[in-house]
């Protein structure tokens, strides 16, 4: 089956303590990117990645970081996580098709909660 | 101003009626535009793209309007499986939809029997 996997789903930590949020499609999607979602705020983008070796900032980078060894992983990091990343995140990847619209295929979310 | 704006309702509407939402962008050279569907704690899922020309996948109809930067969703005979939040999503300029897009913050949608 077509899908991306994120682990954890859920997640409870402390404040400074390292922590990375896995990201796996089995697509061979070349890109992928990083959501976070917030009540009001919508889904913003915090990395995305063009293919391995080849990232990017988002809209909303401050904070994490990410890298693509990989084509089919692309894991976010938290180095010393705050309470202000307290979010639903979610991984996404997708191709270039060329034509006008490129869909986006999202994984199932990670609930981090930061104390 | 916000780059991509949604009324986020909740629109409350019986089973069967017709319904729709708006989206206003702020970017004149944003490329291409899409609605997606989330539903209650769950990843958003590509509804539709939305062309110049205007698109109907069976009872939903996406319009674009350059002039006044607004996409639209008609919905209609609506169902309850309908029920979710509604996102504009729209590409910046200079970028591939693979890789940038713009979210709006949702329209929220319930479905009453």
């Known amino acids: 089956e077509a899908q991306v996997t994120q682990n954890p789903r859920y997640l409870i930590t402390v404040t400074g303590k390292k922590l990375t949020v896995t990201c796996s499609q089995n697509m061979n999607h070349e890109y992928m990117s990083w959501y976070r979602q917030d009540p009001g705020l919508g889904l913003r983008q915090i990395y995305y990645s063009m293919n391995v070796e080849v990232t990017d900032k988002g809209d909303v980078p401050e904070g994490y970081k990410v890298s693509r060894k990989e084509k089919r992983n692309f894991p976010l990091i938290l180095e010393s996580p705050s309470p202000n990343q307290t979010s639903l995140y979610f991984c996404?990847?997708?191709?270039?098709?060329?034509?006008?619209?490129?869909?986006?295929?999202f994984g199932p979310g990670t609930r981090l909660t930061v104390l | 101003r916000k780059e991509v704006e949604q009324d986020p309702g909740p629109f409350n509407v019986p089973e069967g009626a017709t319904v729709a939402f708006n989206c206003t962008y702020s970017n004149s050279a944003s490329q291409s535009f899409f609605w997606y569907r989330q539903d209650c704690r769950k990843e958003p899922k590509l509804l539709m793209s939305v062309y110049s020309s205007g698109n109907e996948d069976g009872r939903f109809t996406a319009q674009l309007n350059r002039a006044s930067q607004y996409i639209s969703l008609l919905i209609r005979d609506s169902k309850l499986s309908d029920s979710a939040t509604y996102l504009c999503v729209v590409t910046p300029p200079g970028y591939s939809s693979a890789s940038k897009i713009i979210f709006g913050s949702g329209t929220r949608l319930s479905i009453r029997p």
């Open positions: 996404a990847s997708s191709y270039p098709s060329g034509g006008a619209g490129n869909e986006q295929f």
